[in-house]
């Protein structure tokens, strides 16, 4: 094969030593515009997953790198004076510059020409005359741009200012320096990569870049090469403590912000894009060498084991992908939490620590408990003594403290989503509702919500939906809500709700969203219809507002007479009060549509109506979608003056989930994709108003929840499709946490089932098989970098 790579950096380096060693008859040719030594940047981190596959594929490429290693396993994190050290993580890292020499030198080795200060020719040449064109030319690559319409590039510019810098400072691990300035924090990102630097990358949000002056002294017209020396200069002051009287070091070193890089598809004809061409990941979970070089590996596998180009990019493509959209969803979530670290600011040190490294839900509670045992307990210890309402009085998991809202005590912090079961008859819930919302509260978790409950027989969303419009739906909800009161320590919860435009429809297992063909009519803020083959609402008039809001009063009214004990107003998933909210689904020209303040009017209107009948010591939700997840929709900035507002009207939970407010959405999903929604308001609304925060969505793990609880990022977790899946999905989780308590108690008949039953297999006591026993600590990862203490250890054997 004749391959043409444009760019030798890491990515095209080590692909290029792959394929040759694959196939020594390829012919492999690699352009650099840049000179054989010039590096910019400064060290490279490298998992020890990614290590494995490196020495796997090219021993001498490991062997090689394994001698400038700086390996280290403990992270510190510095705050407020204060320092948590959390330990068995594992890295390793080197110099970039070291790196770039040994892929060269391997590549001259086995063959590979290399072109330094040379353009590479036109990628349309290269392509017609050779048989595959790797694109690895970096983050501004112009290769992506010629074939823009078929890549499909999306360029995310974030919102963090940052320079990449190097010191002569040798920390000993991977170190956050969390700054507390006049202008705002400051984070510095440090770890070392030899006996005698380290990286040290500073980090700021853009309104305190510019607090701190930068923007009127930093150097903006820089050649390539040149640093922003001034900037530098400054931030030496700031930092001086943290330098310790050593300098900075720069090379090529200017503010720039981050650039999250997606691409459709990678592959244009026989072109492919590799490493930050294709896709970038924030540097605070790893570098991009990583990426590039695992790009490398599975491009080069994928090559030798394809029958031709276009089959082994395919293989790649599908192989790679999912690896790469994985990495990114953390780095995103990591990425989000430094532009927004000045909301975490306020927490105690041991909880900060925790939820900086959680932050990319990749490292959990249960993961660090293995990583560092004694950190976790620390951090177990501090939650124990933030919790008012304990009574037991021992640590554990975070899940099983209890939470009070008003008069109401939860005994767990697990709730069960509001999920339609579209099994009521004339809009009674029947025993399929005892039964499944029973179960529920008999499996040990703290509230269980209904679903959402109709307040008029035009409010349904299907006809098997229910309702609390008539005396015997509410007769039928009080038989269920006594049946959880007098057999469980669970609460239950009412979900009301108007379908709005999203009515008329058929029961979800025989056509979501698809229209009844006699259908009733629905209604809507303005004559939008939800998707395509969706009804068109009438728009709802101002006498008809004041109707709707009657009718949820009357509901309000019913649900505290059948004896819930919360309440929540359902304004999210695009019914009636939700679009109401989003600019998409509400065009009106009244005092009820335009600004968010005018979209919010009617839904405000019925809280007010039923905060003013539903009964003061029961606490009152608000379920909202934090996004709508589609073009000129509401955004989380959008969702935290929503929540506000709602606080401010008297809400006492919000209940923050997202989307489903058009049908043309794009969610991301992901693990745990809307926690970082309710992470934000309980920041910015929840702890100031005292408001309790729900976290759902993709959450189906207790090391989630604890995760999710321990950090502080959500009051309350709530599970739907899990519990589902195991009605008694909060016992098994006691038991498999080793808790016995309160909070999670069994049933009196159920307790001979409490200890999990033994599994099938019959393996028996191990035998020993080692003479002389290997020390447990001597398995340990080293925790420092410490190269001084190991060349005098060196010298002194």
């Not at 990449?164 to 990102?189: I, N, S, Y």
């Not at 009127?216 to 050649?223: P, R, V, W």
């Not at 930050?276 to 540097?283: E, G, P």
């Not at 808790?739 to 297999?761: I, M, N, Q, V």
Request: proline residues 5%.
């Amino acid at each position: 094969m004749r391959i043409a790579i444009i760019g030798g950096g890491p990515a095209g380096l080590y692909f290029a030593a792959l394929a040759k060693q694959l196939d020594p008859a390829n012919r492999i040719t690699i352009w650099e515009r840049n000179a054989a030594d010039d590096t910019f940047g400064f060290g490279v981190v490298f998992s020890d997953e990614t290590l494995g596959g490196i020495e796997h594929a090219d021993e001498r490429i490991f062997a090689a790198m394994r001698e400038h290693f700086a390996r280290w396993s403990d992270i510190d994190i510095h705050y407020r004076g204060q320092v948590r050290t959390s330990g068995g993580q594992g890295f390793a890292a080197m110099g970039r510059k070291d790196l770039l020499e040994i892929l060269q030198r391997r590549c001259r080795e086995l063959g590979v020409t290399i072109h330094f200060r040379t353009q590479a020719p036109d990628v349309a040449e290269l392509a017609a005359t050779h048989d595959l064109v790797l694109a690895a030319d970096g983050v501004n690559s112009t290769v992506r741009t010629r074939f823009a319409e078929t890549f499909h590039p999306d360029l995310d510019r974030r919102h963090n200012k940052y320079i990449w810098l190097g010191t002569d400072r040798v920390f000993e691990a991977f170190e956050f320096f969390v700054k507390h300035t006049p202008h705002g924090v400051m984070q510095v990102h440090a770890y070392p990569y030899s006996d005698q630097r380290s990286t040290f990358i500073v980090e700021m949000h853009e309104t305190v870049w510019r607090r701190a002056g930068f923007d009127s002294f930093a150097q903006t017209d820089l050649i390539p090469g040149q640093s922003d020396e001034a900037s530098i200069t400054a931030l030496a002051e700031i930092f001086a403590d943290e330098l310790d009287g050593h300098a900075l070091l720069a090379n090529n070193s200017r503010w720039i912000e981050f650039t999250t890089v997606r691409n459709r598809h990678w592959r244009h004809d026989n072109v492919i894009l590799m490493g930050d061409a294709a896709h970038t990941a924030h540097f605070s979970i790893g570098s991009g060498t990583k990426l590039a070089m695992e790009d490398a590996l599975a491009l080069a596998a994928c090559l030798h084991e394809s029958d031709s180009v276009q089959a082994a990019l395919e293989a790649y493509e599908r192989e790679r992908r999912p690896v790469v959209e994985s990495i990114q969803r953390a780095a995103q979530a990591s990425l989000e939490w430094f532009e927004s670290i000045g909301n975490y600011t306020d927490q105690h040190p041991d909880q900060f620590a925790f939820n900086l490294l959680t932050r990319s839900r990749r490292i959990t509670y249960d993961n660090l408990r293995v990583r560092d045992t004694t950190f976790v307990e620390a951090i177990d210890g501090w939650y124990l003594s933030a919790q008012a309402d304990d009574t037991e009085n021992s640590p554990r998991a975070p899940m099983f403290y209890p939470l009070r809202i008003k008069d109401v005590e939860l005994p767990n912090r697990i709730l069960v989503s509001p999920m339609d079961m579209y099994s009521a008859v004339d809009g009674v819930p029947t025993d399929f509702h005892l039964v499944h919302l029973g179960s529920k509260a008999l499996g040990g978790a703290g509230l269980v919500m209904t679903e959402m409950v109709c307040v008029s027989p035009q409010g349904r969303i299907t006809p098997g939906c229910a309702g609390i419009y008539t005396v015997e739906q509410r007769t039928a909800w009080t038989r269920i809500v006594d049946f959880v009161h007098h057999n469980t320590r669970a609460k239950i919860g009412v979900q009301l709700g108007h379908s709005g435009r999203k009515g008329a429809t058929k029961v979800m297992w025989e056509g979501i969203d698809t229209p009844l063909e006699d259908g009733w009519d629905v209604v809507g803020p303005s004559p939008l219809p939800y998707g395509v083959g969706s009804r068109t609402p009438r728009e709802l008039t101002t006498t008809e507002l004041d109707d709707i809001t009657a009718q949820f009063t009357s509901a309000a009214q019913a649900a505290a007479d059948a004896g819930f004990d919360v309440l929540e107003l359902h304004c999210a998933h695009g019914y009636l009060l939700s679009s109401f909210l989003s600019p998409l689904s509400n065009q009106r020209t009244d005092e009820f549509g335009g600004s968010t303040e005018n979209r919010l009017r009617f839904p405000l209107r019925v809280l007010d109506a039923i905060r003013a009948v539903w009964p003061a010591n029961r606490p009152l939700s608000v379920r909202i979608s934090a996004t709508d997840w589609a073009e000129g929709g509401n955004t989380v900035e959008d969702a935290v003056q929503i929540a506000r507002t709602f606080a401010e009207h008297g809400t006492d939970i919000l209940h923050i989930s997202s989307g489903q407010v058009v049908q043309n959405e794009k969610p991301a999903y992901g693990r745990s994709y809307q926690t970082p929604f309710a992470d934000r308001i309980r920041q910015e609304v929840g702890v100031p108003y005292g408001v309790a925060v729900v976290a759902v969505g993709a959450i189906s793990t207790y090391d989630d929840v604890n995760s999710v609880l321990l950090a502080g990022r959500a009051d309350l977790v709530a599970l739907g499709r899990t519990h589902l899946w195991d009605p008694n999905w909060t016992l098994h989780a006691a038991a498999e946490q080793g808790y016995r308590g309160p909070a999670a108690e069994w049933p009196a008949p159920f307790r001979a089932g409490s200890r999990k039953p033994p599994s099938g297999r019959a393996d028996g006591p191990r035998p020993r098989l080692e003479v002389v026993r290997t020390p447990a600590d001597s398995k340990l990862p080293q925790r420092r970098w410490q190269p001084a203490r190991r060349a005098s250890a060196r010298t002194a054997s």
